[in-house]
């Protein structure tokens, strides 16, 4: 299974994904001579056109979205791409694009970037035209189904052509490099270990807010809605990792193991536990946007905002709440990871007036990437009038740290997996379908309950449920 391919088939090559994040990692990789020579990537989509007519789109998409100084050897990366039109949905067309990729040569990698929908009949296509065969991979972009009983169909359907080894489901926030650093902070270092556990650590808090609305993606985002476009995988990989037992060694079984066991312990949502929101018209960094029905052209009732505590049944965290939010159209762009230790024991210092504060471990994934931790110092003083104590940073910003190495977008460091066949960062078949069991869930107890989204203005934090969701327990969100 270790080779590393030399023909690269990219499904939904002509879409939103291609040329936003998969046209110009691979550019960058091809940059930083990091894929190999010979490799050939075969664009297919619908749309007509000619490989000289690709290129051209895809020097468009790289000139729009890929900076300037990473796009050094762009003209050589082009010149690696041909492309094949295909309609999906028949079988017609495969051979054509088997011929093009070739039948010899090291191995062939293929990516889908498409609608679920197209997922079973690119199968069959595939089948059809010998293209699943020996050691092919597949990568395969969310979303994968809409519910347990989807996801099924698609895994079964893809199942029916590639063993899981050849399997890779993408879940880009794995591919972030913070993300990963995750590991590095919790099981590279002893100092958080003995720590990381209900005796220690009160409440965990993730967040992760966008500025955006809608964007260009109404079809899809109104029938997702933010449970299922952000909690179903980014969130719950998130909290996965933070959770996790220590794997045994850094590969893909070990790790992939003991988060699917963090999945299985979620214990299913109790009434009171989820607030969602839908954003009306406001102001983002200053300006004005419109509402979500008036964006979408239609009343609705999707959520754009959820907030769930969560809860992990097992004995590290028994006890524990994970205060989980996500929304579209809040005050900032930032996903980050809020530890909150418990107080101290017992403190000497109550007598000389001081008081103190818990320790808080914030650990920033974006746009900030940091690893900032609250400790008590003394204030400088001759205390006559007793101790005084503050809380102080103890702040790490990683790009500071590690200056030299480039910031890389999370599709090149994914794609790369790809091609040369390492699975450690991509979800396996029982994560995903844990996480859809806890989701679907969810959901259906909304659809009992009859909830309905709670209005909130865009700029803000969601709505005021949602804060009260942990105000209740004492907890304050992370701001
Ligand atoms: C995608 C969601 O998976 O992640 C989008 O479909 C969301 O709605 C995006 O905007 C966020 O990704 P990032 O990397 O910008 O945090």
């Known amino acids: 299974?270790?080779?590393?391919?030399?023909?690269?088939?990219?499904?939904?090559?002509?879409?939103?994904?291609?040329?936003?994040?998969?046209?110009?990692?691979?550019?960058?990789?091809?940059?930083?001579?990091?894929?190999?020579?010979?490799?050939?990537?075969?664009?297919?989509?619908?749309?007509?056109?000619?490989?000289?007519?690709?290129?051209?789109?895809?020097?468009?998409?790289?000139?729009?979205?890929?900076?300037?100084?990473?796009?050094?050897?762009?003209?050589?990366?082009?010149?690696?791409?041909?492309?094949?039109?295909?309609?999906?949905?028949?079988?017609?067309?495969?051979?054509?694009?088997?011929?093009?990729?070739?039948?010899?040569?090291?191995?062939?990698?293929?990516?889908?970037?498409?609608?679920?929908?197209?997922?079973?009949?690119?199968?069959?296509?595939?089948?059809?035209?010998?293209?699943?065969?020996?050691?092919?991979?597949?990568?395969?972009e969310?979303?994968?189904?809409?519910?347990?009983?989807?996801?099924?169909?698609?895994?079964?359907?893809?199942?029916?052509?590639?063993?899981?080894?050849?399997?890779?489901?993408?879940?880009?926030?794995?591919?972030?490099?913070?993300?990963?650093?995750?590991?590095?902070?919790?099981?590279?270092?002893?100092?958080?270990?003995?720590?990381?556990?209900?005796?220690?650590i009160d409440h965990v808090q993730i967040t992760v807010g966008e500025t955006v609305g809608l964007e260009s993606r109404v079809a899809y985002y109104d029938d997702s809605g933010a449970l299922r476009d952000m909690v179903q995988n980014h969130m719950l990989q998130l909290l996965a990792l933070v959770c996790m037992e220590p794997p045994t060694s850094f590969d893909a079984t070990a790790i992939r193991d003991e988060k699917v066991k963090v999945l299985r312990a979620l214990r299913r949502v109790a009434e009171g536990e989820t607030v969602t929101g839908q954003y009306r018209a406001g102001a983002v960094s200053g300006e004005a946007v419109p509402g979500y029905d008036d964006e979408l052209g239609k009343d609705s009732d999707t959520e754009t905002f959820v907030a769930i505590k969560a809860h992990v049944d097992n004995w590290r965290w028994k006890g524990v709440p994970f205060y989980l939010r996500t929304g579209k159209r809040l005050p900032k762009r930032i996903t980050e990871i809020v530890v909150q230790f418990r107080q101290i024991p017992y403190s000497i210092f109550d007598g000389r007036g001081a008081k103190t504060q818990p320790n808080r471990l914030v650990i920033g994934i974006q746009p900030r990437e940091n690893v900032h931790l609250a400790l008590m110092a003394k204030m400088p003083g001759l205390d006559r009038q007793g101790i005084r104590l503050r809380s102080v940073p103890l702040d790490i910003s990683l790009p500071d740290a590690f200056k030299g190495p480039h910031r890389r977008i999370a599709y090149e460091r994914l794609l790369l997996d790809l091609i040369e066949g390492d699975q450690t960062l991509f979800v396996r078949r029982d994560e995903v379908e844990a996480q859809w069991e806890w989701i679907d869930a969810i959901r259906a107890r909304w659809a009992e309950e009859g909830s309905e989204p709670k209005e909130y203005t865009a700029g803000s934090w969601g709505p005021s449920a949602a804060i009260a969701l942990a105000e209740r327990d004492g907890v304050t969100w992370h701001e």
Request: proline share 4%; glycine share 8%; charged share 25%.
């Open 1 to 140: 299974m270790s080779f590393t391919a030399d023909r690269l088939i990219l499904f939904g090559a002509t879409g939103d994904l291609a040329q936003r994040m998969l046209l110009p990692s691979l550019c960058a990789l091809d940059a930083d001579e990091l894929i190999h020579p010979d490799l050939k990537i075969i664009g297919t989509a619908r749309s007509e056109m000619d490989d000289a007519g690709f290129r051209d789109f895809a020097r468009k998409a790289l000139e729009k979205y890929l900076p300037a100084d990473r796009r050094g050897g762009m003209a050589d990366f082009l010149n690696r791409l041909s492309y094949q039109p295909l309609d999906a949905t028949t079988l017609e067309g495969y051979e054509e694009l088997a011929e093009k990729a070739g039948r010899t040569g090291n191995g062939l990698a293929i990516f889908l970037s498409t609608a679920p929908s197209l997922f079973e009949p690119t199968i069959a296509g595939l089948k059809h035209a010998g293209l699943t065969t020996g050691d092919v991979r597949i990568g395969l």
């Open 142 to 200: 969310k979303p994968l189904g809409v519910d347990l009983e989807s996801s099924r169909e698609i895994n079964d359907a893809v199942a029916s052509a590639f063993s899981e080894d050849r399997i890779y489901r993408i879940d880009h926030y794995l591919g972030k490099e913070t993300v990963q650093n995750l590991l590095a902070l919790r099981f590279a270092n002893i100092l958080f270990e003995p720590i990381w556990n209900s005796n220690y």
